[in-house]
């Protein structure tokens, strides 16, 4: 099974900014961390997230987009390479997708 991998040139403003500022408010603010999260900025190695910190996260994306954005259910289907290498622009595509929000095609 293969990571939904967002392109290089993902573009999704609108949910990234919101994914990417709710991630700021649960890792610390990035510029107080001393870098920007972007599409390519990993949970684990960059964020240093841990598992119990995306089962947090979950939480929030599901009180913000609502039930549909199921994040435990996303995960569930992927190995665990692949959600150790988990990039924000992933999570931004699968919000996009479960919001009805904007991603790419």
């Not at 991630?23 to 964020?47: C, Q, S, Y």
């Not at 913000?64 to 954005?69: N, Q, R």
């Not at 289907?77 to 929000?101: H, N, P």
Request: glycine share 12%; aromatic share 8%; proline share 7%.
């Amino acid at each position: 099974m293969t990571i939904d991998r967002a392109p290089a040139g993902f573009v999704a403003p609108a949910v990234f900014e919101v994914v990417a500022g709710l991630l700021g408010e649960l890792a610390g603010d990035p510029r107080v961390l001393g870098f920007a999260i972007t599409p390519e900025t990993t949970f684990h190695e960059d964020l240093g997230l841990e598992s119990i910190d995306l089962v947090t996260f979950a939480g929030i994306l599901a009180e913000h987009f609502g039930p549909e954005v199921n994040l435990a259910e996303y995960l569930a289907e992927k190995e665990l390479d692949e959600v150790i290498g988990l990039t924000v622009g992933d999570l931004a595509r699968f919000v996009a997708q479960r919001s009805g929000g904007p991603c790419p095609r």
